[in-house]
């Protein structure tokens, strides 16, 4: 839950948006897509960022000239909203404009590909292919996040498509069709085109894949 900065703002708080997370993302990703070949740790950092890339890259979307961010929110949280505002805004806000339930990401993946949420041409062109890897990459984000006392076993080279795949949402939504710019900063659409650029290159390069 985000809360007004004091005025003037204390060099102890920490502000960001959702463009500017997303950039985060995408540029930590290309970082860790670099050293993902000599070192095989990066491989979980890249899946997790680029599972949040996703993620903000959907919300950026969904959430433009939409002033609580209702179309990623939950549908009761959404229908609270509605309700509130639909009536005047009498009473207290509902819990959902204070502390709002988003979604999975996958719900989200979903939402940009629905013509109700976001309308074409920004609307994402989606297929079984692309919820399906979404959905793997997803899992593998899962399995990171929960610590294993025997620890993970996997094939490397089954991760470069599913990473691809994510990039090409992103790419959609933040450079190729994106919505949103008007709330980002200077030059975000060019260093997200410039992130992924890097991340295909190092999943083109990696040993096994085609390119």
């Known amino acids: 839950m985000s809360k007004p900065l004091p005025d003037p703002p204390s060099p102890h708080h920490f502000q960001t948006s959702q463009p500017r997370e997303l950039l985060a993302c995408i540029e930590f990703a290309a970082s860790q897509a670099d050293q993902a070949a000599d070192d095989h740790g990066a491989w979980r950092w890249l899946i997790i960022s680029m599972t949040l890339a996703v993620q903000n890259a959907c919300l950026c979307a969904l959430d433009t ?8 929110m939950t549908r009761m949280d959404a229908r609270a909203i509605t309700r ?63 610590f294993s006392e025997d620890g993970w076993t996997f094939d490397l080279r089954e ?21 949103y710019l008007k709330r980002a900063e200077p030059r975000h659409r060019e260093r997200v085109a410039a992130a992924l650029d890097r991340i295909k290159a190092a999943m083109d390069h990696y040993p096994g894949m085609d390119g």
């Open 159 to 179: 991760i470069p498509p599913l990473v691809m795949t994510a990039c090409n949402i992103v790419r959609h939504l933040a450079v190729t069709q994106p919505v």
């Open 65 to 72: 000239d939409d002033e609580f961010g209702s179309k990623g």
């Open 84 to 146: 509130w505002t639909k009536g005047g805004r009498n009473g207290p806000a509902p819990q959902a404009v204070r502390e709002p339930r988003i979604v999975s990401p996958l719900e989200l993946l979903r939402r940009t590909g629905d013509s109700f949420f976001l309308r074409p041409p920004y609307q994402l062109p989606l297929n079984r292919q692309i919820n399906e890897a979404f959905d793997d990459l997803v899992h593998l984000r899962n399995t990171f996040l929960h």
